[in-house]
């Protein structure tokens, strides 16, 4: 199975500060179609995971453009450029190349 | 647009079979672009993904190697809905369980809204 490794576990942002989180994956996410199937979750207090970014770095209906997804292979990155009080949660990466898919453990969002 | 509704009994018994089901609207379970599946969350093993169905001109099946012996997903197109059927439990299978839809991706765009289980005599 491929492990998907996420850092930090936990930060605390001031409002209109950036975050980032990195994420990083036991094998090459980078199919033959050029894609790297890794997708970002964010899952608010007491709500189901909803997708934030898809196949790396795309933007999912209605996630704001302060969030950003790069990277490629086995390192990829979230960017929220200017963090919001609504944006607290806790987010994970989860692969999509094979099955299984599996998750990142989770980076906590906390506001200062 | 698309919503999953789950539902099912909150507590089941050390080796009984839990039982979860899914109703899907706004999407077919057939459908030829997506895939149905559920996935379990617990403070212990986080988000694990637990297996999917899909249809594409016939059904196919993928289970998580840790509850493959154990593991059913079906699709019953007459109600529109979704089941997980998962043996002889422990509490170790105490978890939120989530079935979700994805895309061609494999991406999650819709999930259900989370069954809590505690396996506990």
């Known amino acids: 199975d491929i492990v998907m490794t996420q850092s930090p576990v936990s930060l605390s942002v001031t409002p209109g500060e950036p975050a980032s989180i990195s994420c990083r994956s036991s094998q090459s996410l980078l199919y033959s179609d050029g894609n790297n199937y890794l997708d970002w979750y964010l899952q608010k207090p007491g709500q189901s995971p909803q997708v934030l970014i898809y196949m790396n770095s795309n933007r999912a209906s209605g996630v704001p453009d302060r969030f950003s997804g790069s990277g490629s292979g086995t390192e990829f990155t979230l960017k929220i450029s200017r963090v919001e009080p609504e944006d607290v949660g806790v987010y994970f990466c989860?692969?999509?190349?094979?099955?299984?898919?599996?998750f990142g453990g989770g980076t906590k969002l906390e506001i200062k | 647009q698309v919503q999953l509704q789950q539902s099912g009994p909150g507590l089941v018994k050390p080796s009984q079979t839990l039982s979860l089901t899914c109703v899907i609207s706004g999407d077919s379970v057939s459908s030829n672009i997506a895939a149905w599946s559920w996935i379990r969350q617990s403070p212990s093993r986080g988000l694990e993904w637990l297996g999917r169905?899909?249809?594409?001109?016939?059904?196919?099946?993928d289970y998580a190697v840790s509850v493959k012996s154990r593991i059913t997903i079906n699709a019953d197109t007459s109600k529109n809905q979704l089941s997980l059927h998962l043996s002889s439990v422990t509490p170790e299978d105490t978890a939120v369980y989530y079935c979700a839809r994805a895309r061609t991706s494999g991406t999650y765009d819709h999930w259900g809204q989370g069954s809590p289980v505690t396996v506990s005599s």
């Open positions: 989860m692969h999509a190349l094979e099955v299984p898919l599996t």
């Open positions: 169905t899909y249809y594409r001109s016939k059904w196919y099946s």
